[in-house]
């Protein structure tokens, strides 16, 4: 019932609607960013071939991996990552000289920093987001220091306590003073929704868990730097197709997340954080889903995220390398079939 009557209050959600929320989302404040112009410059073979531009990106936490910058960075650099994901904490201690240091690790290692992760808490009760918020201009002050343009969060996709139409008003809401406290230094809001069935259809009020939905949000907050964060796994969920993201612009897409989807259980049925490595069962068709990608000329990052207990438990090193492994196995699927044949 609420969710109808958001419909009526919002109007009827329609594929042009869609069309033009997505054609209209702008980033030109990115267009001289040093992230861009150095992934610009790589001249990987791989990459040429695919005719891609985003970068395989190393996010440690997500695969079990607890270390700080400079080793991630080591890890990124000896494993064939692209791209690695920025500790602001760590990088908020750093003095000028260390700031240099990083800097200079990063062009000797042709790396650079993907996406931050959102250090504010806005899904739960007002107190807590507002103190979250009070620490958001040292988070921006650091990310601006360093050139980092990216940051990403996800959306809880369901809600016992606020109404759907509530929910959302109180999202909007508040993501949009965060947008606005970010885009002040030119840095864009990726905001991921969540998919599977179960994370949603079972709770007293479901919320975003599509990309039409999601686009709903990013039109009602009305910043132009806020955007999506696309995940394989979440798109695959939607029932979504390679076209939902033919219709996006390149700069509607702040970050990637590529996972597969364990093989033998129905989608329906399937868990949330039980996920696989990408290219590992082929369920999901990463081929469509990452040639969307390179048609529309996405640049950012594109990081794996299994929720794999077998890869948490490994050392730092195997685990590294598997999953790079992995992200190549799936660059290879767009690759011509000569080149994937003679990497």
Not at 52 to 65: A, E, K, S
């Amino acid at each position: 019932m609420e969710r109808k009557r958001l419909d009526a209050t919002r109007g009827e959600t329609s594929r042009r609607r869609f069309l033009l929320q997505a054609g209209a989302f702008a980033s030109a404040s990115l267009v001289g960013s040093r992230a861009l112009l150095a992934q610009e410059k790589k001249d990987d073979k791989a990459r040429d071939a695919s005719g891609r531009r985003f970068t395989i990106d190393l996010v440690p936490g997500r695969i079990g991996i607890r270390c700080d910058q400079a080793r991630a960075i080591e890890l990124a650099a000896a494993n064939g990552f692209e791209s690695v994901a920025p500790s602001w904490a760590d990088l908020a201690r750093l003095d000028d000289d260390g700031k240099k240091r990083v800097e200079e690790d990063l062009k000797e290692r042709k790396l650079v920093f993907g996406a931050a992760d959102l250090p504010v808490n806005f899904r739960d009760e007002e107190g807590r987001f507002r103190k979250d918020m009070l620490e958001l201009p040292d988070f921006v002050k650091t990310l601006d220091r360093f050139g980092i343009k990216r940051v990403g969060t996800w959306i809880r996709p369901s809600e016992q306590s606020r109404t759907y139409i509530e929910n959302f008003h109180t999202h909007a809401r508040r993501l949009r003073e965060v947008a606005k406290a970010l885009g002040e230094k030119g840095i864009r809001l990726g905001l991921e929704y969540v998919g599977p069935k179960r994370s949603w259809a079972h709770y007293l009020h479901p919320f975003i868990h599509t990309m039409v939905e999601m686009s709903e949000l990013i039109d009602e907050i009305g910043e132009k730097n806020v955007g999506f964060v696309l995940d394989s796994w979440h798109w695959y969920h939607a029932h979504e197709g390679a076209e939902h993201i033919r219709e996006l612009r390149a700069d509607a897409i702040v970050a990637v997340d590529l996972n597969d989807a364990p093989a033998g259980i129905e989608r329906d049925d399937m868990v949330d954080h039980t996920r696989e490595l990408p290219a590992a069962t082929g369920v999901i068709d990463l081929k469509s889903f990452l040639s969307a990608l390179v048609r529309i000329g996405y640049d950012g990052p594109v990081r794996a995220e299994p929720f794999s207990q077998a890869l948490n438990e490994l050392p730092a090193e195997e685990a590294a390398a598997q999953t790079a492994q992995a992200m190549k196995q799936a660059i290879a699927l767009i690759l011509p079939a000569e080149t994937a044949k003679d990497g």
